[in-house]
């Protein structure tokens, strides 16, 4: 084991910053190779979801002996030109099983597309509501008080 700091300090390089930039170079190509794109897509996709799991799964997964190096290697694994890994995850995993889920998934998006949009709508109004509520108390406040002078002043003046 190399430890935490410099395992995480790895898999930041080798896993984000090495492909990203190797992702920037392809992207700046004056005619990019298609193929190039579609394997950096599929790499961000995939690390993506690794992500996304990770981060659902910290409780349970990070305790593993060499979990830390693991990651480590199946990032190099995903990018590195000799193993192809992006392509044989992506094709033999991911494609099917989101080809086969594919209108569950769009529609639960939907779903929840049309939730956040009713959740926005029903807070930006609540907000609003209340913004509105606060600013005529304080105007309100501001005119009482200036009563409150205007009065004071004409007793003084008496």
Do not use: N
């Amino acid at each position: 084991m190399i430890g935490p700091f410099l395992t995480r300090a790895f898999i930041m390089i080798l896993g984000y910053a090495y492909p990203a930039y190797e992702c920037y170079k392809t992207v700046e190509l004056s005619e990019p190779a298609i193929d190039q794109l579609r394997f950096w897509c599929q790499y961000w996709i995939l690390v993506a979801i690794l992500t996304i799991f990770e981060r659902v799964g910290d409780t349970l997964i990070p305790w593993l002996p060499m979990y830390g190096e693991a990651k480590l290697a199946f990032f190099v694994y995903l990018w590195y030109s000799k193993t192809k890994g992006t392509t044989y995850v992506y094709e033999t995993y991911l494609r099917p099983f989101i080809a086969k889920h594919e209108t569950e998934i769009d529609r639960s998006l939907l779903e929840l597309r049309a939730k956040a949009g009713d959740f926005t709508m029903l807070y930006w109004q609540k907000a609003w509501s209340y913004g509105q509520t606060r600013l005529f108390e304080i105007l309100q406040y501001v005119a009482s008080q200036s009563q409150a002078r205007r009065t004071q002043a004409t007793d003084k003046e008496q």
